[in-house]
T-cell receptor, first 108, second 123 residues
Framework: SYELTQPPSVSVSPGQTASITCSGD??????VCWYQQKPGQSPVLVIY???KRPSEIPERFSGSNSGNTATLTISGTQPMDEADYYC???????????FGGGTKLTVL | QVQLVQSGAEVRKPGASVTVSCKAS????????ISWVRQAPGQGLEWMGW??????????AQRVQGRVTMTTDTSTRTAYMDLRSLRSDDTAVYYC????FGVGGYYFYMDVWGKGTTVTVSS
């Protein structure tokens, strides 16, 4: 079955750039989206179709996807960005959604 | 924007069934789909399946296939998720999410999420 692999944790200093990766076989051939989840809250879509950002999401969030790796980049990371981030793709061969295991972003 | 209001917390014994509902506050309900995603305590997100509100077609995750049924009532803009033969590892927060699905499955994402329904399975 198709799998998406994320690093369990990423740390970044406030104001710096955070990069969270998501790896999968030929992932660049699929559309990837990203969700942010803060403790006790529902997930929030922050990137869809690899690079698109919902209107309510700050411009500091961006995405890319090529080869076997998709990347969520947060420029000028703020303390409020501390959260768990999940990548997600659709596996058309099995008609199922695949989530990455999640990455805990710490801003310190 | 779409809002999804889920039913309240449930407690069930092993072997029982549970139904979680999700009411959408959107006029064009049938334009989209509804996914169900669960999250066990301290764990990541697990997709359970989705239903197209337009066609009624469903896709389910292999892990719950045979125990889950997803339906919609377009007259009330409500989606339902039935899970049977509950086990202790079904204890989780269950989310419904408005789903955008590209023709041919080229893209699939969940743009609005409900607040979650806690289901506890315990003897």
């Amino acid at each position: 079955s198709y799998e998406l692999t994320q690093p369990p944790s990423v740390s970044v200093s406030p104001g710096q750039t955070a990069s969270i990766t998501c790896s999968g076989d030929k992932l660049g051939d699929k559309y990837v989206c990203w969700y942010q989840q803060k403790p006790g809250q529902s997930p929030v879509l922050v990137i869809y179709e690899d690079t698109k950002r919902p209107s309510e999401i700050p411009e500091r969030f961006s995405g890319s996807n090529s080869g076997n790796t998709a990347t969520l980049t947060i420029s000028g990371t703020q303390p409020m960005d501390e959260a768990d981030y999940y990548c997600q793709a659709w596996d058309s061969s099995t008609r199922t959604v695949i989530f990455g295991g999640g990455t805990k972003l710490t801003v310190l | 924007q779409v809002q999804l209001v889920q039913s309240g917390a449930e407690v069930r014994k092993p072997g029982a069934s549970v139904t979680v509902s999700c009411k959408a506050s959107v006029y064009n309900f049938t334009t989209y789909g509804i996914s169900w995603v669960r999250q066990a305590p301290g764990q990541g997100l697990e997709w359970m399946g989705w239903i197209s509100a337009y066609t009624g077609n469903t896709d389910y995750a292999q892990r719950v296939q045979g125990r889950v049924t997803m339906t919609t009532d377009t007259s009330t803009r409500t989606a339902y998720m039935d899970l049977r033969s509950l086990r202790s590892d079904d204890t989780a927060v269950y989310y419904c999410a408005n789903t955008i699905f590209g023709v041919g499955g080229y893209y699939f994402y969940m743009d609005v999420w409900g607040k979650g329904t806690t289901v506890t399975v315990s003897s």
